[in-house]
């Protein structure tokens, strides 16, 4: 299949915790990779494979896959969080196809 | 640290060829760690892979864009370049080169995106 399927919008109070996330058959043999996006900025992977955090990437971001399904944590969610959210994944074609999810608005409340 | 740097016209008439560039810099674009890719999003949307490419030339498209897209690569500047023909005002869009990691298969170092307006 070549969709990931994310909820449009999320909420969270800051302080507490937020998952996000990401549904499509490929993640059932690909891992998703997360990308924080914000306006008038280009995203920024804060989320690759099983669960790794790029370099500067707070560990308040964790990520976890079970069946088609990936999700994004993030524990203790901070004012800078709000963004647009991105799942990502190779299609389970084996053809190298980049899919991305249609994107979560996270606020911050 | 990679560097990537998009570069081209923001302004581009329908019907007509979208033309960018993307300057890798701080790595080489001859690496095996890496296909380099074109990304986009248009207002108001998501993001969009475009294509990838291996510096052998080895290609990768976006079948819903295939039959407008080329992406090539010139190693001797370090540089790959993304066209697209025919192009119309759903063509409007920032566009993105990234890292596409072969392994992690993930888009890890992305240049700062340059807004392309198609519109006569």
Same mark, same amino acid.
């Given at each position: !299949?070549?969709e $990931? ?10 302080g ?12 059932r043999?690909?891992?998703? %990779?997360?990308y924080q ?10 989320i ?7 370099s500067? &990437? ?6 976890s896959? *079970?069946g088609?399904?990936?999700?994004l944590t &993030?524990?203790?969610?901070q ?9 990502n994944s190779?299609d389970?074609?084996?053809?190298h196809r980049? &899919? ?9 409340l | ?9 923001? $302004?581009v008439?329908? !019907? ?5 560039t993307?300057?890798?810099s701080?790595? !080489?674009?001859? *690496?095996?760690t890496?296909?380099?890719g074109?990304i986009r999003?248009a207002?108001?949307?998501g993001?969009?892979?475009i294509?990838?490419i ?5 290609t990768?498209?976006?079948? %819903?864009l295939?039959?407008r897209?080329?992406i %090539? ?8 370049s993304?066209? $697209?023909?025919s192009?119309?005002a ?5 566009y993105?080169c990234?890292?596409?990691?072969i392994v ?6 992305w ?6 307006t198609?519109?006569s």
């Amino acid at each position: !299949s070549s969709e $990931l399927t994310q909820d449009p919008a999320v909420s969270v109070a800051l302080g507490q915790t937020v998952r996000i996330t990401c549904q499509g058959d490929s993640l059932r043999r690909n891992y998703a %990779s997360w990308y924080q996006k914000k306006p008038g900025q280009a995203p920024v992977l804060v989320i690759s494979g099983k669960n790794n955090r790029p370099s500067g &990437i707070p560990d308040r971001f964790s990520g976890s896959t *079970s069946g088609n399904t990936a999700s994004l944590t &993030i524990t203790g969610a901070q004012a800078e969080d709000e963004a647009d959210y991105y799942c990502n994944s190779r299609d389970s074609s084996g053809n190298h196809r980049a &899919i991305f999810g249609g994107g979560t608005k996270l606020t911050v409340l | 640290q990679l560097q990537l740097q998009e570069s081209g016209p923001g $302004l581009v008439k329908p !019907s007509e060829t979208l033309s960018l560039t993307c300057a890798v810099s701080g790595g !080489s674009i001859t *690496s095996t760690t890496y296909y380099w890719g074109w990304i986009r999003q248009a207002p108001g949307k998501g993001l969009e892979w475009i294509g990838s490419i291996y510096y052998s030339g080895t290609t990768y498209y976006n079948p %819903s864009l295939k039959s407008r897209v080329t992406i %090539s690569v010139d190693t001797s500047k370090d540089q790959f370049s993304l066209n $697209l023909n025919s192009v119309t005002a759903a063509d409007t869009a920032v566009y993105y080169c990234a890292t596409d990691d072969i392994v992690r298969a993930d888009f890890d170092y992305w240049g700062q995106g340059t807004l392309v307006t198609v519109s006569s």
